[in-house]
């Protein structure tokens, strides 16, 4: 059986006005693009931050209280730190909540989106975290733990960033739209914040008692070459280093998904087929499973959360090296952004090849990342990371 890959997932635009102490005030909260919906205003919301020791009952709470609503995800990949016994010290320029649920207060057909007017052209120019021998050095270190078996296989993600403010966040988004035509792409303008994400994997999707995952571990550039490109599909397909990072994260796939299955329900739908997108070819593999109708949101999340291939084998290891490897907090950034119905079937996407805005301090950054295995040469490791992160620097010129 073959899994859709996804739908033209997200855009959402956020605004809203709200009184605080007698003074009308104005908060960016949403306008909102899924499918052939188009969703504004908000009709409540919960946010929750790092501190909040209550954050699954409450996040349960706000989903009763708007049972039958639709309501909107933003998940910190920090969340982690609530699930296990785990904590992230690292830099932190983009502050963004733990948690954010939205539910919209109109529904409408999306033709009624407006656009925002055309600006002259902003460029922003990035500087990584980590110089190429950083990161080269750092590889070579986290091989030495995968020597010793202390883990397989590991995701390990560094940042790039600039301090400029950003004139016309939808409009950038519309030029990364344009080059990646990502299936779970999403723009968000948020109180604090603004996200724009190309992401073009899906983290889990629920339709009634059966949910599916499809990891994406296995990249490639693309050409322009007809006949170049396909060699360049077939070459992903037979690489035995990707086919074995990607085995590995869906044998980590199919063990969360057995936290919240129904007996014997876990099945690879696919393995390791090559999709072509607009700038990039991805190995995918598609697992699924069936769950009992009364399992909750929240349960799904400490079963699944965060996703294997932003983490590694065995996940919690390796989500504790690479809190010591990598230097600044991840935040948004592998964490997931999705939308649930009000019948509780839900889409969430995985957050990667994005752009996240802090409004306070006009920190602008993307993180970019690959899965590091015995088999992992540094030199083509760097390489995979500026391949994820063309796209990106591409529309920001």
């Known amino acids: 059986m073959t899994m859709m890959i996804g739908y033209k997932a997200y855009t959402i635009l956020l605004k809203r ?14 306008r909102t693009i899924i499918g052939k919906n188009y969703y504004e205003g908000i009709n409540d919301e919960l946010i929750l931050l790092d501190n909040d020791k209550a954050i699954f009952s409450k996040l349960e709470a706000f989903i009763l209280k708007h049972n ?26 983009i502050s963004f909540p733990m948690l954010h649920c939205i539910i919209p207060e109109i529904i409408r057909n999306k033709e009624d989106f407006e656009t925002s007017n055309p600006v002259k052209n902003q460029k922003l120019t990035f500087h990584p975290e980590f110089s190429k021998e950083e990161y080269l050095t750092k590889i070579k270190k986290i091989k030495t733990h ?40 999403v723009y968000a303008e948020l109180n604090n914040h603004i996200i724009l994400s190309a992401s073009p994997e899906r983290f889990l999707k629920r339709r009634g008692n059966q949910l599916i995952s499809q990891p994406i571990k296995g990249t490639s550039k693309r050409s322009s070459n007809i006949k170049a490109d396909m060699e360049l599909i077939n070459k992903l397909k037979e690489d035995p280093k990707e086919r074995a990072e990607n085995i590995m994260i869906v044998d980590l796939v199919r063990n969360d998904l057995s936290k919240v299955a ?18 990039i070819h991805q190995m995918i593999s598609t697992v699924s499973c069936e769950v009992d109708l009364s399992t909750s949101f929240s349960e799904i999340l400490k079963g699944l959360f965060p996703m294997g291939s932003m983490t590694g084998v065995p996940k919690i290891r390796a989500m504790e090296l690479m809190e010591h490897y990598e230097e600044s907090k991840r935040g948004l950034y592998s964490g997931a952004l999705g939308v649930m119905l009000p019948n509780g079937d839900f889409d ?23 899965a590091i295995t015995m088999e992992s040469c540094p030199e083509k490791e760097y390489e995979e990371t500026l391949i994820k992160a063309k796209a990106i620097l591409d529309a920001c010129k």
């Open 17 to 30: 006005k709200y009184q605080t102490k007698g003074t009308l005030k104005t908060s960016f909260l949403m």
């Open 68 to 93: 039958k609503k639709t309501k909107l995800f933003f998940i910190s990949y920090d969340l982690k730190n609530k699930i296990e016994r785990l904590e992230s010290k690292n830099l932190d320029n």
């Open 146 to 185: 995968i020597q010793q078996g202390d883990i397989y296989e590991t995701n390990f993600c560094y940042k790039w960033e600039t301090y400029q403010k950003l004139e016309n966040g939808y409009q950038l988004y519309e030029k990364l739209e344009k080059l990646t035509k990502a299936p779970f792409s």
């Open 262 to 279: 129904i007996n014997n329900s876990v099945t690879v739908e696919e393995l390791c087929e090559v999709y072509t997108f607009e700038n």
């Open 348 to 370: 969430l996407n995985v957050v990667i090849r994005t752009l996240v805005y802090n409004k306070n301090n006009n920190c602008l950054s993307f993180n970019v990342g690959g």
